[in-house]
């Protein structure tokens, strides 16, 4: 990556924290439940009901990563006892106010989505109803897996697993 474009990306990532100081996170923890972000510099997480329509289910965190790229990671938290239909239906209400959040800054050219459901514990039964090609996440025309991972787990490691992973699809969007 050019030095222009990743000034660029610097600049989007402070945008973002300016505009949305009032939803604006130290740490994506949620029900005792935490993504850990480690290994990245410059990100800013926000919290998805300060930020989404009250009428709607929303997630509980949106990241904006700038790692060379722009990152966007949208996550739900649970601990025991949830619905995975509920997780669907927030990550899928979140997906387009992340977007517009991002696209409200021209410069951008790339955007990576990551869609994950984190908890405590996983039955087989969620995983596989998460896993499954019905339900993922629709956006602008295309769709979205869900990757589910444990509580506490950094992002950088999902992120090399989904990498290496047989479920892998693409999760970029490029803006026209």
């Not at 939803?23 to 919290?47: M, Q």
Request: charged share 30%; proline share 1%.
């Amino acid at each position: 990556m050019g030095k222009k474009q990743k000034q660029e990306n610097e600049n989007i990532i402070e945008k973002i924290r300016v505009k949305y100081s009032y939803a604006k996170e130290d740490a994506c923890i949620d029900e005792n439940c935490e993504l850990k972000l480690n290994g990245y510099a410059d990100f800013v997480i926000l919290k998805g009901e300060k930020i989404i329509n009250k009428d709607v289910k929303k997630c509980d965190f949106i990241v904006f990563i700038n790692d060379n790229e722009i990152k966007i990671v949208i996550s739900e938290h649970k601990t025991t006892n949830f619905d995975v239909y509920d997780i669907i239906e927030k990550l899928q209400n979140s997906s387009t106010p992340a977007f517009q959040i991002l696209i409200e800054n021209d410069s951008i050219n790339k955007i990576h989505f990551f869609f994950i459901a984190l908890a405590k514990k996983w039955d087989s039964d969620k995983l596989q109803i998460l896993t499954n090609k019905k339900y993922r996440i629709s956006l602008n025309s295309k769709k979205y897996m869900i990757i589910p991972n444990y509580c506490g787990k950094s992002f950088n490691d999902i992120l090399k697993k989904f990498k290496t992973s047989k479920h892998n699809t693409s999760n970029l969007i490029t803006k026209k």
